[in-house]
């Protein structure tokens, strides 16, 4: 089995375009669990979500409400939302996207609950993530699906 350092490099090596670096780089920031912990202690919105940090929010809040199969990809600034495609099962068949509010950093996606209290949540413990989606299997990995991430990043 590889360790995240070498997933890591691998992925590095895969990505091509500059969102699938982009995820690189985000997923290199909050791995191994040490590095996690210190970003999710830094989250503010005081001066507003940046990109990671709207990243980082659906990246806890995906395996609690989507279940551990699957992952999000790099959030996209719609007005003053960040929305982040989601991507469930084994092909990561697109699901519902999750909007993040760029100044107050509240959470919403359709038919899942919402988030109002993005500091508390970030900082506090989570119940125990969903079992994985029943999704259909449509044969091939959804367009835009994140590059395969390091393992063990579906489960955190």
Excluded at 93 to 110: N, Q, W
């Amino acid at each position: 089995m590889k360790t995240v350092a070498q997933n890591l490099e691998i992925a590095r090596a895969a990505a091509k375009t500059p969102d699938q670096k982009t995820l690189v780089e985000f997923w290199s920031r909050t791995f191994p669990e040490k590095k996690r912990e210190k970003e999710m202690k830094r989250f503010r919105t005081l001066d507003g979500v940046d990109q990671f940090e709207a990243w980082l929010l659906a990246s806890e809040y995906f395996p609690l409400n989507f279940g551990v199969c699957g992952d999000v990809g790099l959030p996209q600034k719609e007005g003053g939302k960040w929305m982040i495609p989601t991507f469930v099962g084994r092909l990561s068949d697109p699901a519902p996207p999750i909007y993040v509010d760029a100044t107050s950093g509240v959470l919403t996606c359709l038919g899942h609950p919402t988030v109002s209290d993005p500091e508390s949540y970030i900082q506090n413990p989570k119940p125990a993530n969903k079992p994985p989606l029943r999704m259909p299997v449509s044969g091939t990995p959804a367009a835009g699906a994140p590059v395969a991430p390091p393992s063990g990043a579906a489960g955190r």
